[in-house]
């Protein structure tokens, strides 16, 4: 095995050098290492003695570790190996550059420009031109002819920047890569103790002969031989393939392997091997060299990307990138070879996320109808030539004039390449790639340590979150505020003085050896400061509450080392508590035991009185305590802990310490503390954010219900006065298991959507949780779910939710390894930030793709249209690579950095069906599409004749660039760079340059790209097909590129809702299971439009006005007759809704009084003539008292005054609503002109 190393050679000649400095050679402890259980017990009996004789050669003591002198620890390194495996090496430029030269269309591009460019030297003999048809000749300059090169040499050249540019992102990208894994190295420490020290020192410096602390929750780091061990249970599954847990003991197995998890327990080992040397370096360094003899190319591309980033199997970064997880193969190279196999068959199966898979999609589909549109251009542009050449001018095939033919076959070619450069969206994966790297970068600040990209993507579709209490929602500084001592509720922490000393002994031995030795209370950074908290936050409260006493636990812990204990029960999510044995001094044995109250309560038998004596502690005192003591504290949102113990006497000989059942029971009672855990300021907030976004928040936790409910209840979580669920594991569990206790889907369906806390729970009941979220089919859409966990535990949930988060601060190593984001300040209100930048990323893609089809459609219709009607492409091939540059590269980077804001979280989640593109979009990409090829046909086809310059069209091969096809190509990069200003709005909000300041990237390539334009056209000349043009020619280009922002105007005034023809595009792969119907009814559901709110908003201001107008004119007719006031009005049923209003032309419009008849205005009171009263509700109208109409009395002035002054009213509203909301004035204009003209 030593020979699988790269590093065996150099180790051997190492060792000779250093021989007699340490007693056990590099060899020797890697074959100890290969050993396991009886076998290894036997060579360490053998060879060594035992493990302190391990220790003693080493030259290390077993309980004060190395001295931790330089000296001495650079000598391990260069004996033993670092604890670090080189990476792969990373791609070069030069590589990367050679990995961009592959692709499919530039390849043609380059073979198609080396032709043109051979071709283009060549001179047929005796050169009449005239006898190869009138497309070869009427070049007048030879040196026109001579330049023909250089368009063949230009496309070379923009090829080159493709090329060198895409290698750069790659370069850059992988360099972040690296960078994120590197701090992630940094961060993942481990303990040792270092000269009767315990430090945390990073996992990279852990040496051979160093005594490292290994506790709950710990990914094992090296090779090492167990010292002391409490309870120790260890998951080898990553190395075995076995997942039953191996208890580690000093009598039957001591051997500790790196990569491997401690499941429950406590204890300490000797690092006997690291790096290359351990365990599970051997194997990487057996798939490395299996990967370097790895032939197939396809195979390696793909793996590379994977491969070439991991740095260092001991960090929790142990996915790939991909997600996948990466498993520890068996040593055995057999089944490590069947086991690589089956993990290359099933990466192709792994299923993309929800972003990749529309995009793969929507990609394809583009690719496909580029590949017709650049197969149809040649095709006609072919026929048309030899139409025209052969039939037309009925010329005949001469020999001279072939290479001429085959440079206009090449050229023509050359054209449909580059539609279809520029029809492909290469962009695509670029603008993921980047949005997905900035906001990973970003969201490093947020707190947010992103493992696997796709879950940064993911995340921003999340509709439920299931988080864990403590230290989450909490602060997780806990302390305890409440006592139950002695028969006395204490409301804050008692004097030492009210306690029986022979109670209060028992109380700080049993916190003192009862808590992690790991745990403890250190003095503040900050003089003033608050001790800092180390280890476990709730034994932190309980050593707190000892120091409260009066009394030291170091002391304690002095006298009685961790060593000396005789029995440790760890804690673990089925026993809900911890117990330490301690064997006394006549041969006794006394337990110390805590948890949590309810449980413990239940096995306690005995409490003690106020005189510091036992008595009976009966059922019915115990259902007093839980109803007096600890409710009472749990509704005050106080975590309730139990502190008891138990004495075995040594005339009953030596319990039997493995049957749990029997040692865990008849206790007594010494306390209940309730240990607060304060809320997060900032969380409330947060949540409300969420609520507000359409993301539903859980509590998962293993507190008491009533504490739960309290905290949720604070956080925001729970409201008062809704319908939501409270419940506990148990009755969870009982609630959704049928009557042969197996889960079933549409029990957890009858809880899940109203459930709010699950407390009392164990991973496992989140495991089922998150399962049965995802799995449910009751909602329209299939609900994601993101998790938080800590524990070891956590583990299958956090791989199980769509995304896990693990803590960064509480959490473990293995719940780090099975999460997709780290929180590193364990903050729920950072969970809302990656909600953010998750949407962020989706819109970012989607601002990208509405920009790209944009260009992709003009483009391509352009150069098709122009090539069967002209024979030749407007935009020249360099054009279109410039075209495509901007397209691609610049414009993905500028829309893809756009920073999220708040309002990304007023809208609900997009779901895993919504189309990539909407309706909205849709309607800004042919909007904007239609614009600028109308403009473009426009320029090309009666240019000439506006610019008053000499025609581009039909120009012979090598003819010299036109004013006519420059001002086009000028007008089309324009109109693509105000568009893209357009593109950073995909809802259709008016104000499109709203934050556009906040994003230095995007101005900065905007205004680098028109500088380069600038370049190319006045300097770029020949090889960009350009002449230089006047400032009025550039002033009019401007003008025309600023019409698309302000035809972008004009289109965000149309309501998306009234263009049901358009589609959407770029759904999820489900689409297909979807029925037609119910997709256009998720559509119009998840359609943000603006333009459609704006509609609404002014047509009840628009009604909120009429209705005052109406009012008035009413007032006007009163003075003008004196028949009745109701003549005329609207019936009551036309006044029922805005449709009737939108159908009736004639304006009757409803009152804001509901009944006019029966409820008149006061205005309308004051206005009847003096004898007329009006009629009850319902009498018919009398008739009226003059049966011949009768001329109208002459206006008085006062009546002409009224009437002025509505008709200033009506064309001010006329005004102000033209300007400010277009659409609600052309929806109400024609109402408004029929009634000013009855006034």
């Known amino acids: ?126 050169a009449e031109r005239d006898h190869c048809g009138k497309a070869a000749g009427g070049v007048e300059d030879e040196t026109e002819s001579e330049a023909g090169w250089i368009e063949g040499a230009a496309i070379l050249l923009s090829v080159v920047c493709v090329v060198l540019v895409t290698a750069f992102n790659d370069w850059s990208k992988e360099k972040q890569f690296r960078g994120l894994q590197s701090r992630i190295e940094q961060e993942q420490k481990f303990t040792v103790v270092r000269g009767g020290q315990v430090i945390q020192i990073p996992v990279a410096e852990i040496v051979v002969g160093d ?89 390696k591309k793909k793996e590379e990307k994977k491969k070439s980033k991991k740095v260092c199997p001991f960090t929790f970064f142990a996915k790939a990138q991909d997600g996948a997880a990466m498993e520890m193969q068996p040593l055995n190279s057999d089944e490590g070879a069947d086991a690589e196999e089956k993990k290359k068959a099933n990466l192709s199966k792994k299923e993309k996320s929800v972003l990749q898979g529309k995009l793969t999609k929507l990609a394809v589909q583009i690719g496909k109808a580029g590949l017709v549109m650049s197969a149809i251009t040649v095709l006609i542009l072919v026929v048309l030539f030899v139409v025209d050449t052969f039939w037309i001018q009925n010329l005949p095939w001469v020999k001279d004039c072939t290479p001429i033919y085959i440079q206009f076959f090449v050229k023509f070619f050359i054209i449909g390449v580059t539609v279809l450069v520029v029809a492909v969206p290469e962009g695509l994966p670029l603008a993921v790639t980047i949005s997905l790297a900035y906001s990973v970068k970003k969201m490093m600040k947020d707190n947010n340590l992103v493992r696997h990209l796709d879950a940064c993507e993911t995340m921003g579709n999340a509709t439920a979150i299931c988080s864990d209490k403590t230290g989450t929602l909490t602060m997780n500084r806990m302390t305890v505020v409440q006592a139950f001592i002695a028969e006395k509720l204490y409301r804050k922490v008692p004097e030492p003085e009210s306690i029986p000393s022979s109670t209060l002994d028992l109380l700080i031995l049993g916190i003192a050896v009862n808590c992690a030795y790991t745990t403890k209370i250190m003095s503040p950074e900050k003089e003033g400061g608050l001790p800092r908290q180390v280890g476990n936050k709730t034994e932190c409260a309980l050593l707190g509450f000892a120091n409260d006493l009066k009394r030291d636990y170091q002391i304690i812990r002095n006298e009685i080392p961790e060593e000396k204990l005789y029995k440790v029960y760890t804690f673990n999510s089925a026993r809900k508590s911890m117990s330490t044995v301690l064997k006394m001094a006549d041969g006794s044995y006394r337990m110390f035991s805590k948890g949590a109250s309810e449980i413990l309560l239940k096995k306690c038998h005995k409490i003690l009185t106020a005189n510091g004596e036992q008595k009976v502690f009966r059922p019915r005192d115990r259902d007093d305590m839980v109803k007096k003591v600890i409710e009472p504290m749990a509704s005050e949102g106080l975590r309730t802990i139990c502190l008891a113990y138990r004495d075995f006497k040594a005339s009953d000989g030596e319990p039997d310490w493995d049957s749990e059942n029997d040692i865990l029971t008849a206790l007594t009672c010494l306390c209940v503390v309730g240990i607060e855990d304060p809320v997060r300021p900032e969380v409330p907030d947060a949540i409300r954010k969420c609520q507000r976004a359409g993301i539903t928040v859980r509590m998962v936790t293993g507190d008491n219900i009533n504490t739960a409910r309290a905290i949720a209840t604070k956080c925001g979580i729970l409201l008062p006065g809704d319908d939501f669920l409270c419940m506990e594991g148990k009755e969870f ?86 999460s997709d984001i780290i929180l590193t300040d ?98 800004n990409i042919l909007g904007q599409g239609v614009f600028q090829l109308v403009i473009i046909f426009t320029l090309l086809f009666a240019g000439e004749k506006i610019f008053d310059i000499d025609s581009g069209r039909n120009a012979p091969l090598h003819a010299p660039a036109s004013e ?73 280009c401007t003008f025309l590129g600023f019409g698309s922002l302000l035809w972008g105007q004009v289109i965000s005034t149309i309501p998306t809702s009234r263009l049901k023809f358009l589609k959407t595009a770029g759904h999820g792969t489900q689409k297909e299971e979807i029925p037609d119907e119910e997709l256009e009814e998720l559509d119009d559901m998840e359609e943000i439009d603006h333009a459609e709110r704006e509609l609404r908003r002014g047509q009840i201001l628009w009604f909120r006005g009429l209705n005052r107008i109406q009012t008035q004119i009413r007032v006007v007719n009163a003075f003008r007759s004196s028949i009745s006031l109701y003549e005329g009005l609207e019936k009551p049923e036309s006044r029922s809704s805005i449709h009737n209003f939108m159908t009736h032309p004639e304006f009757r419009i409803e009152d804001s009084e509901p009944h006019i008849p029966s409820s008149m205005t006061q205005t309308q009171r004051t206005t009847l003539p003096p004898n007329e009263t009006p009629p009850a509700p319902g009498t018919p109208r009398p008739p009226l008292l003059h049966p011949h109409p009768r001329p109208h009395p002459p206006r008085s002035l006062r009546t002409s005054v009224h009437l002025l002054a509505i008709n200033i009213y009506f064309f ?28």
């Open 733 to 818: 569990n009982r609630r959704i298991r049928n009557e042969k206790g197996e889960i079933e889907q549409e029990r957890i369906d009858k809880i899940w959507p109203k459930l709010r806390v699950l407390a009392r729970s164990s991973p496992t009941d989140k495991h089922t949780l998150v399962k049965g979220i995802i799995d449910s089919t009751v909602t329209e859409r299939r609900q994601v779910v993101a998790v938080t966990g800590d524990g070891t535990n956590d583990g299958p949930a956090l791989k199980k939710a769509d995304v896990g988060f693990a803590m960064g601060i509480a959490g473990t190593d293995v719940a780090k390894e099975a």
């Open 826 to 923: 364990d903050n729920f209100s950072s969970i809302v930030k990656a909600v953010m930048w998750g949407r962020n990323v989706y819109d970012s893609i989607s601002k990208f793709l509405q920009f790209q089809l944009t260009v992709n459609i003009v483009a391509v219709i352009v150069a098709f249209t122009g090539a069967c009607i002209t024979q030749d492409s407007p935009l020249k091939a360099v054009q279109m690579l410039w075209v495509n540059l901007i397209m691609d590269t610049f414009a993905s980077l500028a829309l893809a950095t756009e920073p999220p804001t708040e309002s990304l979280l007023l809208r609900k989640p997009y779901g895993r069906n919504k189309p990539l593109i909407s309706r909205t979009m849709m309607k």
């Open 964 to 1036: 006519h096809y420059t001002i086009v190509f000028n007008t089309f990069v324009l109109m693509q760079l105000f568009n893209e200003i357009n593109a950073r709005k995909i809802h259709g909000e008016r104000n499109v340059f709203e934050g556009i300041f906040n994003n230095l990237i995007f101005c900065s390539i905007v205004f680098g790209t028109f500088i380069v334009q600038i370049v190319i056209v006045q300097f770029g000349g020949k090889p960009f097909s350009c002449v230089s043009l006047t400032i009025d020619q550039w002033l009019w």
């Open 1 to 126: 095995m030593a020979n699988n190393s790269y590093s065996g050679v150099k180790n051997s000649l190492v060792e000779a050098n250093h021989e007699g400095e340490f007693g056990c050679s590099l060899k020797e402890l890697r074959a100890l290492m290969e050993l396991r259980g009886a076998e290894a017990l036997e060579k360490i009996g053998e060879t060594y003695g035992d493990v302190p004789a391990i220790c003693n050669r080493l030259k290390t003591s077993p309980i004060d570790g190395l001295s931790g002198q330089p000296a001495d620890i650079e000598k391990r390194k260069t004996v033993y190996g670092q604890n670090f495996i080189p990476p792969k090496k990373p791609k070069t430029f030069l590589q990367l550059v050679w990995e961009a030269l592959q692709d499919v269309t530039l390849i043609i591009l380059e073979v198609a420009a080396v032709v043109s460019l051979g071709l283009s030297f060549y001179k047929p003999p005796d």
């Open 1212 to 1239: 001010h509203s006329l005004i102000v609503s033209m300007c400010t909301r277009p659409p609600a004035f052309w929806v109400c204009f024609h109402a408004l002109c029929s009634r000013i003209s009855t006034c």
């Open 211 to 299: 005594v490292a602390q290994i506790k709950y929750g710990d990914l094992l780091p090296a090779d090492g031989v167990l010292i002391q061990g409490n309870d120790l249970k260890i998951d080898e599954s990553s190395l075995t393939g076995e997942s039953d847990h191996v208890k580690k003991t000093l009598e039957k197995d001591p051997m500790l392997l790196s990569g491997t998890h401690v499941m429950e327990g406590s204890g300490k080992m000797v690092v006997t091997a690291v790096g290359v040397n351990s365990q599970t370096g051997i194997i990487f360094t057996l798939l490395g060299e299996a990967e370097d003899d790895d032939d197939d190319e396809e195979e």
